[in-house]
């Protein structure tokens, strides 16, 4: 069973560090962040942001209009859908038979939009923006994803391109960058540059591309990664 207000006693407890996290994932997609090139930005876009007991492993369906995507992380997670086709939806399952804490906020723009929550055996929590979805899209083809999994936090800017667009995000440490449609779903080059707003650590970005690793980079400050081109 899921429930969007409940056991206020432990949401309060995580209550400081969600709210702060929450400000932060809302500036997702918020504008001209680092230099966009010659590729025109698009409008913000929703994100997604799975908090709860940190460490509580789980499996999501995140999907828009168009595609959907797999995908198998822990709390914490953030999750940025580029080049998005609203409706949006997302649907995380708990992967533990415990009543460990799993909450889901849908951010959109600059405000949390929705939050769902569950702290049931196996539970699922969901969300959805921009109105009402009948159903799962189809599987992203290609499957473009940029995961962002060091240092263990921090906000970081990155800048993701096709030969076509371009698009600016701010979001935390860990995350993961689902790239919609990248060159109109056609072959073609895709590229990331992520730069830490503070320096907490050895930055570890990987770009995978239909499940296969395309690139890996790691260093201080910004790290590029590409396929492609």
Not at 39 to 63: E, H, K, M, W
Not at 80 to 90: A, L, T, W
Not at 172 to 197: E, H, M, W
Request: glycine residues 10%.
């Amino acid at each position: 069973m899921t429930h969007s207000v409940f056991n206020l006693r432990r949401l309060l407890a995580f209550g400081s560090a969600a709210a702060a996290t929450a400000a932060i994932v809302a500036s997702c997609q918020s504008g001209n962040i680092g230099s966009p090139g010659n590729t025109p930005n698009i409008p913000p876009q929703s994100s997604y942001r799975v908090v709860g007991d940190v460490g509580t492993p789980f499996s999501a369906l995140v999907s828009d209009s168009r595609s959907s995507w797999q995908i198998s992380a822990a709390i914490p997670m953030n999750i940025v859908v580029v080049n998005d086709s609203p409706p949006d939806r997302i649907s995380v399952t708990k992967l533990t038979n415990d009543q460990r804490l799993l909450s889901v906020q849908v951010i959109q723009g600059f405000g949390v939009a929705t939050v769902d929550s569950t702290i049931s055996r196996f539970g699922t929590a969901v969300g959805s923006t921009g109105g009402a979805t009948p159903a799962f899209a189809i599987p992203a083809s290609p499957d473009v994803r940029y995961v962002v999994k060091t240092p263990l936090s921090g906000l970081f800017n990155a800048l993701i391109e096709d030969e076509t667009m371009s698009n600016a995000l701010e979001s935390q440490i860990p995350a993961i960058i689902l790239f919609d449609s990248p060159n109109k779903g056609q072959s073609g080059r895709v590229d990331g540059t992520f730069n830490q707003v503070s320096f907490a650590g050895v930055f570890n970005v990987d770009l995978l591309i239909n499940g296969q690793l395309g690139q890996s980079a790691s260093g201080g400050n910004s790290v590029t990664v590409q396929h492609g081109g």
